[in-house]
């Protein structure tokens, strides 16, 4: 049988006449179908918000693609039981790695940066899947508004004290290092000003569905302020954000409405392989080298809103990061800014 092999700096990938081509990969596509073929043994990955669903998927099929994977969970438990699992099917060959981190929390994140440096791995790749959605109302460890601190802000924290480290694998190796930002359709529903940096700790106009909007709005707008920072550096390392799909997962589990929303819709749902294809093709495929700033659904390059592709308002949530992750005096001042106005409205 002849095979093709198509050689990348993200490995072989090997096209059997009866594959699929990467045009033809699709929602129905799986992770291990747009993966197949592919030898990653060379690369270190990240993946946050591993212990289930599509990032379970995903570590899992980095790990039989060869890839060393370390997984950054707030339930190390949890985490150690995905580890065992990838290792009893993947083998001796597998390499992963547990590292506490709760994603919410700015400490959190900074232990876990110095826990992995003490490795001395390599990083070429970064997923940033952990997620929560439409929970009410509340405040992180740092008094960040919740679903902003978790699904953004904190990867947001994570990619910039990563970032030398793959900055300096890139160079050292020659291979193109990758982040990848998880998303949602859901950035399309969020509040009337995108994100509403001056209002983001206020209760009052709270929407815990445009908040879950703004946050995975936000987290394309880091994607491509980003990918526009690294191309200006000429770094050899590419950002691009991605919907998943709809996949029934515990992202529900704050909202009765919403899991009951779910189970009924269950047949019209993608599977947790196939909610996993997209990040996975984006993450290791050799047909996206040098793409970057991309917004992908489907395994496709997809379409936005207008606020999603403005450089401005990123350009402004890149300042407005900086100075919340930066400042713990700011932190504080938001917690004692809200009990201000729990106290007055009590």
């Not at 918000?49 to 790990?63: D, H, N, P, Q």
């Not at 929560?132 to 008094?143: K, N, R, T, V």
């Not at 890139?170 to 990848?180: D, H, K, L, N």
């Given at each position: 049988?002849?095979?093709?092999?198509?050689?990348?700096?993200?490995?072989?990938?090997?096209?059997?006449?009866?594959?699929?081509?990467?045009?033809?990969?699709?929602?129905?596509?799986?992770?291990?179908?747009?993966?197949?073929?592919?030898?990653?043994?060379?690369?270190?990955?990240?993946?946050?918000?591993?212990?289930?669903?599509?990032?379970?998927?995903?570590?899992?099929?980095?790990?039989?693609?060869?890839?060393?994977?370390?997984?950054?969970?707030?339930?190390?438990?949890?985490?150690?039981?995905?580890?065992?699992?990838?290792?009893?099917?993947?083998?001796?060959?597998?390499?992963?790695?547990?590292?506490?981190?709760?994603?919410?929390?700015?400490?959190?994140?900074?232990?876990?940066?110095?826990?992995?440096?003490?490795?001395?791995?390599?990083?070429?790749?970064?997923?940033?899947?952990?997620?929560?959605?439409?929970?009410?109302?509340?405040?992180?460890?740092?008094?960040?508004?919740?679903?902003?601190?978790?699904?953004?802000?904190?990867?947001?924290?994570?990619?910039?004290?990563?970032?030398?480290?793959?900055?300096?694998?890139?160079?050292?190796?020659?291979?193109?290092?990758?982040?990848?930002?998880?998303?949602?359709?859901?950035?399309k529903y969020t509040y009337d000003t995108g994100i509403r940096?001056?209002?983001?700790?206020?209760?009052?106009?709270?929407?815990?569905?445009?908040?879950?909007?703004?946050?995975?709005l936000a987290m394309i707008l880091h994607s491509n302020e980003?990918?526009?920072?690294?191309?200006?550096?000429?770094?050899?390392?590419?950002?691009?954000?991605?919907?998943?799909?709809?996949?029934?997962?515990?992202?529900?589990?704050?909202?009765?409405?919403?899991?009951?929303?779910?189970?009924?819709?269950?047949?019209?749902?993608?599977?947790?392989?196939?909610?996993?294809?997209?990040?996975?093709?984006?993450?290791?495929?050799?047909?996206?080298?040098?793409?970057?700033?991309?917004?992908?659904?489907?395994?496709?390059?997809?379409?936005?809103?207008?606020?999603?592709?403005?450089?401005?308002?990123?350009?402004?949530?890149?300042?407005?990061?900086i100075h919340l992750t930066a400042s713990k005096r700011l932190?504080?001042?938001?917690?004692?800014?809200?009990?201000?106005?729990?106290?007055?409205?009590?």
């Amino acid at each position: 049988m002849h095979i093709l092999v198509y050689q990348s700096q993200w490995g072989a990938f090997e096209a059997l006449p009866s594959q699929k081509r990467k045009t033809g990969f699709g929602s129905s596509s799986t992770a291990e179908e747009v993966t197949e073929g592919l030898n990653e043994s060379h690369i270190t990955a990240i993946v946050t918000g591993a212990t289930s669903g599509v990032g379970r998927e995903t570590a899992r099929i980095l790990a039989l693609r060869g890839a060393q994977v370390v997984i950054g969970a707030r339930n190390v438990e949890a985490a150690n039981q995905v580890k065992e699992a990838i290792l009893q099917e993947a083998g001796a060959r597998a390499r992963v790695h547990v590292i506490e981190l709760d994603i919410s929390s700015f400490q959190s994140v900074r232990k876990f940066v110095l826990s992995f440096k003490s490795k001395s791995l390599p990083l070429n790749l970064l997923i940033n899947n952990a997620g929560i959605m439409g929970c009410p109302f509340s405040l992180s460890a740092d008094g960040i508004e919740l679903q902003f601190a978790t699904n953004y802000l904190g990867h947001f924290l994570l990619t910039n004290l990563l970032l030398e480290k793959m900055k300096s694998t890139a160079a050292e190796s020659g291979i193109e290092g990758r982040i990848v930002n998880v998303s949602s359709m859901f950035h399309k529903y969020t509040y009337d000003t995108g994100i509403r940096m001056h209002k983001i700790n206020e209760e009052s106009g709270y929407s815990s569905y445009k908040a879950y909007g703004q946050s995975k709005l936000a987290m394309i707008l880091h994607s491509n302020e980003l990918a526009r920072r690294l191309t200006q550096e000429n770094a050899n390392i590419t950002v691009n954000s991605l919907h998943p799909g709809a996949v029934p997962t515990n992202l529900s589990r704050h909202s009765n409405i919403l899991a009951f929303a779910t189970s009924l819709a269950s047949v019209f749902l993608k599977s947790i392989p196939q909610g996993a294809a997209t990040q996975c093709f984006v993450a290791l495929h050799p047909s996206l080298n040098k793409v970057s700033g991309k917004y992908f659904s489907d395994c496709k390059e997809a379409k936005t809103t207008g606020f999603a592709k403005d450089p401005d308002l990123a350009e402004r949530l890149w300042q407005f990061s900086i100075h919340l992750t930066a400042s713990k005096r700011l932190s504080k001042t938001f917690r004692e800014r809200n009990e201000s106005l729990a106290n007055s409205n009590s």
